[in-house]
């Protein structure tokens, strides 16, 4: 999220024994940003890539050389407001990217060739013209078109010497990041890799996402179809950083907040997606389906949201005593994660031709109306609100490590790391009906779950020791290494499916044979979800729903995962001033974090090809 021209230094620790540290298993990535200092400086850059740099011909045939852009110009600043006592540092950076839309066209007689798809002009036009006439819609393009998708970033460092014994620093930084995608060629969960269409001629047919979807060169898409993936960053933090007792002591209190907001956009207004199919002759001469085009949102696109917010709050204390450098401090963490995902949340139609949906538009009632249809919606007493599967996670550590320089040459850190996770769910995740079933199955292999269960809060300990050892005491040969333990996180999205599929908070209508069902296209999402309910009376507010066919539940015991490392190092200096490292390190992960489905149930082992022994 922040320039690289922003960057004053950049580390890789794989084993650091610092007990500050903490967060990863695997490894940690630390950037220091630039500050302004007493001189002034400025810089300004410029990287540009663009179609014209490339070639229009392979081999001597033409290719499609769509228009693309990218073109990143940036400048940084810094230096003093007050000489010796103020400082700022500014970067900005702005990127001017278009990327291709479609790379295919479309055919002249509906054949499929090289770079060209089924559907003609003449139809999508057709299409087109009707959206227009009728809804006032405007799908967008379907060839030949390129995609704005800016970006920029903007970093700002402010430092204070406030007095020879405070200094303060507060950072600021802001970073949108913006890319186009082709929509999904899932169809879940109206179907799968290959989707069954019930016809108006009594037949049942499948076709497959891959080879008939809307990728494929038997359909193409409109501009409407795609979506726009955002990734928005901000973050402030501060820091004061004080010396105290003469210069024995010193204190560092350090606040963060940062908020990732990353949604999903469109081109044009709201609209329902609406695949259409067309029937082709596969290669034994047998009709089947594929669909044609699609326009309105893609089916995973509207509501659906990444949101976090993080705040820590660090307050660490050193003493320095003849050979002890001790360290203590404490810190608090609490972040909310949100996440929005709602699977046809605009409604979802498929009809099996492009007369279908216009006869279900002009005629309704005479209309046998969709082949498939969906739409989710949230469990409130407005269903048109979205409804964002929320939790919120803390946790509390607090450390101590102490320093000891047993020699100008040897150095021995030893620390130990409590850590105290919390977790739990700001809204209602009580499934009744599924705490039902669990009730009357006792000896099922989900007895004593709930889908409103959230971890326990137990305390993770994190004992660590290094050292660092110049072995011939001119930094030529330097041993280092050490053993501790270290805990990590798992994704959000991990625990907050916890709250998605608990079939609480959303409602999710799926009718895969809709055809003479009542259904009817609807361009309206309120009209739509009155649609649905209005053979049961209409919706009437937030209600206890049915228990989730395949649900997620945290398990009580649910502990972060935790690796104990080892590891042993020689750094050393070579003729000509080289460095060079050799380094081994040894690693055991332990509270392994894994999913398992409760269906299953263990019959016995398997050995599978090349292992030395059976597995459980």
Do not use: C
Request: charged content about 20%; overall charge negative.
């Amino acid at each position: 999220p922040i320039s690289l021209d922003a960057l004053e230094q950049m580390s890789i620790n794989v084993t650091p024994f610092d007990v500050r540290q903490s967060g990863f298993t695997g490894g940690a990535i630390n950037a220091v940003t630039k500050a302004g200092t007493n001189e002034l400086h400025a810089s300004v850059y410029n990287y540009y890539s663009s179609n014209q740099l490339r070639g229009d011909f392979v081999d001597g045939n033409a290719i499609a050389n769509t228009k693309s852009l990218n073109n990143t110009t940036g400048f940084t600043i810094g230096g003093p407001i007050i000489k010796n006592k103020l400082f700022l540092f500014v970067n900005g950076e702005y990127t001017a990217d278009s990327v291709p839309g479609s790379t295919y066209t479309v055919s002249k007689d509906g054949t499929i060739g090289a770079t060209t798809n089924r559907p003609t002009g003449a139809r999508l036009d057709e299409i087109k013209s009707f959206l227009d006439q009728n809804f006032k819609y405007n799908p967008g393009r379907y060839e030949g078109y390129s995609l704005d998708t800016p970006d920029y970033k903007i970093l700002a460092r402010l430092d204070w010497n406030i007095n020879s014994n405070n200094k303060l620093n507060i950072r600021f930084s802001n970073t949108h990041n913006y890319y186009s995608s082709m929509p999904s060629s899932s169809m879940s969960p109206v179907g799968g890799t290959n989707t069954t269409i019930t016809a108006s001629d009594g037949n049942q047919y499948t076709f497959n996402r891959y080879s008939a979807g809307r990728q494929s060169q038997y359909a193409l898409y409109y501009e409407s179809a795609r979506y726009f993936q955002e990734q928005n960053f901000l973050s402030a933090s501060a820091e004061l950083n004080s010396r105290l007792m003469d210069g024995k002591a010193s204190n560092k209190v350090r606040f963060a907040w940062s908020h990732q907001f990353e949604p999903r956009s469109y081109v044009g207004d709201l609209f329902p997606t609406v695949d259409i199919l067309e029937p082709y002759t596969d290669a034994n001469r047998d009709k089947q389906y594929a669909i044609y085009t699609t326009f309105g949102v893609d089916p995973f696109t509207y509501g659906n949201l990444r949101d976090v917010t993080t705040m820590t709050a660090t307050d660490e204390f050193t003493y320095t005593t003849g050979i002890h450098n001790i360290i203590g401090g404490v810190q608090y963490e609490w972040n909310r994660a949100k996440n929005g995902f709602m699977q046809g949340g605009a409604g979802w139609y498929i009809y099996e031709s492009w007369d279908a949906f216009v006869n279900d538009v002009k005629n309704p009632a005479a209309s046998a109306g969709p082949n498939l249809f969906m739409i989710t919606h949230a469990n409130l007493d407005d269903p048109t609100e979205q409804a964002f599967p929320t939790f919120d996670y803390g946790q509390l550590s607090v450390y101590a490590q102490d320093e000891i320089n047993i020699s100008d040459y040897f150095k021995l850190t030893a620390g130990l790391r409590i850590e105290q996770p919390t977790m739990s769910f700001p809204y209602n995740n009580y499934n009744k009906a599924f705490a039902q079933i669990v009730k009357d199955n006792p000896s099922s292999s989900f007895a004593g779950l709930s889908t409103d269960d959230v971890m326990s809060n137990k305390l993770a300990f994190s004992p660590r020791i290094g050292f660092n050892w110049d072995v011939l005491k001119d930094r030529s040969v330097v041993v280092r290494g050490g053993t501790g333990i270290f805990s990590g996180r798992i994704p959000f999205v991990w625990l907050v499916s916890a709250i998605g599929n608990s079939n609480v908070m959303q409602y999710q209508y799926i009718n895969k044979n809709a055809l003479n069902s009542g259904l009817h296209f609807q361009q309206n999402r309120a009209d739509i979800i009155n649609n649905v309910w209005k053979q049961n009376g209409g919706w009437t507010g937030a209600k206890d729903l049915s228990a989730p066919t395949a649900t997620t539940i945290v398990d009580k015991d649910l502990r972060m995962p935790s690796t104990w490392k080892s590891s042993l190092a020689v750094d050393f200096r070579l003729p000509g001033d080289i460095k060079g490292s050799v380094e081994g390190v040894y690693s055991y992960g332990f509270n392994e974090v894994y999913a398992t489905s409760l269906n299953f149930k263990k019959t016995g082992e398997i050995k599978l090809p090349g292992e030395p022994e059976a597995r459980e």
